[in-house]
Every structure is written in structure tokens, then in C-alpha cells.
């Protein structure tokens, strides 16, 4: 098993999207990036914690690669919005990827750069990519949000 760590917007859709997907064993979301230890969400919220929301995936990669699951993520949002998804406003909704070895770094690089060059966008692709960061679980109450709720996706 691997994981995989992404903040794409509010982290209860990024997770849904990433369920769907065959070879992902597990997640769940909750926070990174931040200096706060061990943050609730109402912090979080505070825009002032430094952490974003993210999904903690843990994949087989016999079952779905690393690229697969990068694709997911670009089309889980718009990652040419700073600070924010749809309504969402904050840091703590920034498009991130954590990368946990030097091969996820260099293709959620290469990956980066060609949705970059694919002229998909008008604006820049402002994705940051960096060293994962202590994953900190959120609430209990975010995990699988939307399922619990009997819900599959958010909908702006």
C-alpha cells in the first residue's frame, strides 16, 4: 500500500471523488500544512492554523497509479482558484498536492506542468506541491461526509 495526500477545496467532495476509484483501499481527511497541533476544524476555519484541508488516501498501486489518482484530483477542482473552491474562501481550501517519495514529487510535477501546457485553463495553475506534511484526522463527523448523509457529491 501507498498513500497519497491532496487538498482540493473542501475536503468532504475531494473525498467522495477519491472512493470512487478502484485500488483506493482507505481515506480520510483531515488537515496539513499548518503549525497548530493537532487542529479541530473550528480552528482551521479560523484561517489563521496554516493548514489546508486534505484527503489521506491509501492505494494499492497494482490496482491504480499514482498518475490515475492525480487525474482525480486535477478534475476534483478548479486548481487555478488561489485560497479558495466555489464558495469557499481560505487557505485552508488551497489546491495542494503532498507528495511522500521523490516519484510522487516528480509526477505530480510532470503532471502539473502538462495540464499546465494543455491550454485546459485561461489562468495559471496555481497547485502547490510539496513535502507531505503531518496529516492530522479531522472530527469524526467529516469522515465519509457525504456518505453518511446518503449523498455522493457536493454540488455548488
Not at 495526500?5 to 483531515?30: D, I, L, P, S, Y
Not at 466555489?86 to 510535477?109: L, M, N
Request: glycine share 8%; aromatic share 12%.
Amino acid at each position: 500500500m501507498e498513500k497519497a495526500t491532496f487538498g482540493a477545496g473542501c475536503f468532504w467532495g475531494v473525498e467522495a471523488a477519491f472512493r470512487q476509484v478502484k485500488g483506493v483501499k482507505a481515506t480520510a481527511v483531515g488537515y496539513a500544512g499548518g503549525t497548530t497541533k493537532n487542529p479541530t476544524y473550528k480552528e482551521v476555519c479560523t484561517d489563521s492554523t496554516g493548514h489546508a484541508e486534505v484527503v489521506e488516501v491509501e492505494f494499492d498501486p497494482v490496482e491504480v497509479s499514482y498518475e490515475e489518482l492525480l487525474e482525480v484530483f486535477w478534475s476534483a477542482h478548479d486548481p487555478t482558484q488561489l485560497n479558495r473552491q466555489g464558495p469557499d474562501v481560505g487557505t485552508q481550501y488551497r489546491s495542494v498536492i503532498y507528495f511522500h517519495s521523490p516519484e510522487q514529487q516528480a509526477a505530480a510535477g510532470a503532471s502539473k506542468e502538462k495540464l499546465a501546457a494543455s491550454g485546459r485553463y485561461r489562468r495559471p495553475v496555481v497547485t502547490q506541491i510539496e513535502p507531505a506534511a503531518e496529516f492530522w484526522r479531522a472530527e469524526e463527523y467529516h469522515q465519509q461526509y457525504f456518505e453518511k448523509r446518503g449523498l455522493s457529491h457536493c454540488r455548488f
